[in-house]
């Protein structure tokens, strides 16, 4: 016979505890414990376990049968990209972004591309009605094919539902929507998520079917739920951007099956999402000619090199403290490489605001974008343009010196084919190149030779 007891669940981490506390001792979030009831089972008494006849038994590595993973395309390149290739059958995916950033209408146009290619696939929702769901199909153009719509939240339905219709890929949106009924918790709850996420990963697995799992994120913008979550999935996707802006970023955060530097770029529209193939043309649309504080940089995101503007703002402040705000990138990293200036490079920065954009919306984190923001900073505090077929990449240093970064050779090619004509990039990388791709090569040894040679 089973008692029930209650327990406190950190709604952030899942961390577990008898008693309520103020400050989660895991994560260190404050008022996040939720109190919920928790069954317990009677353990068995000493000596009488027995082995049960199925139980799995260890292997030797070469004993284990071995073939490489078949991949389904799902129709989409950027989403094949991001997946590392495809879908593998039988794996579990978590997708989460925002509210109407467009997870549910990615998945419905994978759905209907695999459905029209032959496959079975059912979609399950616990958040819309079918009718819902008709009405944004109808946005998207024609469905073809063996696409089954299920709505339902109750795990038990779903698991025997799976089981008789066996479909090739199903969608579960949204995991907090799911409950299972030997759970006693509310639908969301902590508990309800990893035992609703366990359930799905052994039917994945049992039944070799490809499941995505939609996940609502925090104001964080991590996955809500505990974080046992997003290691017991296969891959974890997030789909970011400004959802009253009309690009889509599409970014791998784990991925068992393929690199997790792949990002997909998409465009909303009227009828869904479009791929953006060349997403470097796409960032550098309506770039202002002759304006100062304005360069582009180059910066990699798995194997693909983006092209991207940077933008910088300077001028007087009328406040005691200057403002510094930074749009598209860390804002820390922009407060230190205005110190570099200062002091390396004997720039007056201290008595003037200083405005960072990386136009375009997306945000980028990467050291080579540290020579792009530099030479921004130092035109605009110039008012000085620089020439519009000049790209910039590179990492700065505390000392003011231009450090190398990988793959120059893949950006100046980039940089070649989109019509550029110089690059500024560190001395170190210039030395690694082994040819120019016709473009004018400047090497430099830190800020104040890039400035120097850039800004005349």
Same mark, same amino acid.
């Given at each position: ?82 997946? !590392? !290739?495809?879908?593998? %059958? ?26 029209? $290619? /032959?496959? &079975? ?9 079918? %009718?819902?769901? &008709?009405?944004? +199909? ?37 995991? %907090? ?16 998520? &990893? ?6 990963? %052994? ?39 400004? #959802? ?19 990002? @997909? ?6 009828? !869904? ?46 406040? +005691? ?12 990293? =922009? ?10 490079? @004997? ?13 375009? !919306? ?20 110039? $008012? ?18 231009? &450090? ?8 100046? #090619? ?23 791709? /016709?473009?004018?090569?400047? @090497? ?9 040679? =850039?800004?005349?």
């Amino acid at each position: 016979m089973a008692k029930t007891k209650t327990v406190f669940f950190c709604q952030s981490c899942g961390y577990e505890s008898s008693k309520w506390m103020g400050q989660c001792p895991a994560c260190r979030e404050w008022n996040t414990f939720a109190e919920e009831p928790k069954t317990v089972s009677k353990k068995a008494a000493s000596g009488t376990a027995i082995r049960r006849e199925n139980a799995a038994k260890p292997q030797t590595l070469s004993e284990i049968e071995f073939s490489e993973e078949s991949r389904i395309t799902t129709g989409m390149g950027e989403f094949d990209r991001v997946l !590392g !290739g495809g879908i593998v %059958q039988g794996s579990l995916v978590l997708l989460g972004g925002d509210p109407g950033i467009g997870k549910s209408t990615l998945l419905l146009q994978m759905c209907r591309n695999l459905a029209s $290619d /032959g496959r &079975r696939v059912l979609y399950i929702s616990g958040e819309e009605s079918p %009718q819902q769901i &008709r009405m944004r +199909a109808q946005r998207m153009g024609v469905f073809s094919g063996n696409l089954k719509i299920l709505c339902e939240t109750n795990l038990a339905d779903i698991r025997e539902m799976l089981s008789g219709e066996k479909p090739d890929v199903a969608i579960v949106d949204s995991i %907090q929507t799911m409950y299972h009924e030997e759970v006693t918790s509310a639908p969301g709850s902590v508990s309800q998520v &990893r035992e609703s996420t366990g359930i799905l990963m %052994q039917i994945a697995k049992g039944m070799n079917i490809t499941i995505f799992v939609v996940g609502h994120v925090t104001k964080e913008g991590v996955v809500a739920g505990p974080r046992v979550l997003e290691h017991m999935v296969d891959t974890v996707l997030y789909c970011e951007g400004d #959802r009253y802006a009309s690009y889509r970023i599409l970014r791998s955060a784990k991925n068992r099956f393929g690199s997790t530097n792949e990002i @997909g770029v998409f465009e909303m529209r009227s009828e !869904g999402l479009v791929e953006v193939p060349n997403p470097s043309e796409y960032m550098l649309e309506g770039r202002p000619e002759g304006a100062s504080g304005s360069i582009v940089a180059c910066t990699m995101e798995g194997t693909r090199p983006v092209l991207l503007e940077v933008q910088a703002l300077v001028c007087k402040t009328s406040l +005691a403290f200057p403002r510094r705000t930074a749009a598209g990138t860390d804002l820390n990293r =922009v407060n230190l490489l205005i110190a570099v200036l200062e002091k390396r490079a @004997g720039l007056r920065l201290s008595s003037c605001d200083a405005y960072i954009n990386i136009a375009g !919306g997306i945000r980028m984190s990467e050291p080579a974008l540290d020579l792009g923001i530099v030479l921004a900073i130092a035109s605009s505090l110039k $008012d000085q343009p620089i020439d519009e077929k000049t790209i910039a990449f590179g990492e700065i240093g505390l000392s003011g010196e231009a &450090r190398s970064v990988s793959m120059a050779e893949q950006r100046v #090619r980039e940089a070649a084919r989109l019509g550029f004509t110089t690059v500024v990039l560190p001395e170190s990388c210039k030395k690694q190149l082994k040819g120019s791709e /016709g473009i004018q090569l400047i @090497g430099v040894r830190g800020v104040r030779d890039a400035i120097g040679k =850039v800004l005349l």
